[in-house]
């Protein structure tokens, strides 16, 4: 790489379980997954196809600490199950979709919810809500190897012991073959690729000083700090 003009940006990776780094290409995100979420951010849930947004890669942090962002006052956390893909393509089958899975996660979808409710009002794109420093806090890749493909299972989210979220995959709207091969119609899907799967109800606001612990049955728990 002689001819590169500046340093090198590093690629951000995250931890597997066992051992190892999973480098990060894309970030995909997907929108009000789950129905009772929908509802809560005032959408119908039965009338809309799935979209997504993205972050940067380099949004993803695994430091265990959350630091409280700029030019917002309404910080909201988001507990999801991340889905890591090890190959992909285009037009890629539902049924041959979880193929192309490497490993499950545990992720939360920081959000500057004022800023991004300021853009939707003006139709405007929502990075400046979503796709900001270390606003993509995740835990280690569990290998699908050894946890099987989750489409069921308990996820919760607790601010400082108190349970504010409480859902269960198989309520997800969109499952996750299902995101794959939309997602591959529009994009070309690669290795290094990882989708946040969406939220359950619940979402609220975080302050300095609290600490949140998320958690998917089968993939444990991961605890962030917010400074
Ligand atoms: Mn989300």
Known sequence: MEDLVIAEPKRPTIPVVGGGEFPVRR????????????????HDPDKEPPFFFQKNPENIDTSGEFPYPPKTQDVHYEMEMVVALKSGGRDIAIEDALDHVFG???????????????????????????????SAPVG??????????????????????????????N?????????????????????????????????????????MKGSVEGLGDFTVAVI
């Open 104 to 134: 499950y996660g545990l992720g939360l979808d920081m959000t500057r919810r004022d800023l991004q409710g300021e853009m939707k009002k003006m139709g405007r794109p929502w990075e400046i809500g979503k796709a900001f420093e270390r």
């Open 27 to 42: 970030v995909y995100c997907i929108g009000r997954n789950y129905a009772d979420h929908a509802i809560e951010m005032g």
């Open 171 to 211: 309520q997800m709207i969109w499952k996750v073959p299902e995101m794959i091969n939309y997602l591959s119609q529009y994009y070309d899907i690669a290795a290094g690729d990882i989708i946040m799967s969406g939220t359950p109800a619940g979402v609220g606001a975080i302050q300095k000083g609290d600490v």
């Open 140 to 169: 280690p890749i569990h290998p699908a190897s050894e946890t099987g493909h989750l489409d069921s299972g308990r996820l919760t989210l607790q601010v400082n012991g108190e349970t504010r979220q409480d859902g269960d995959l």
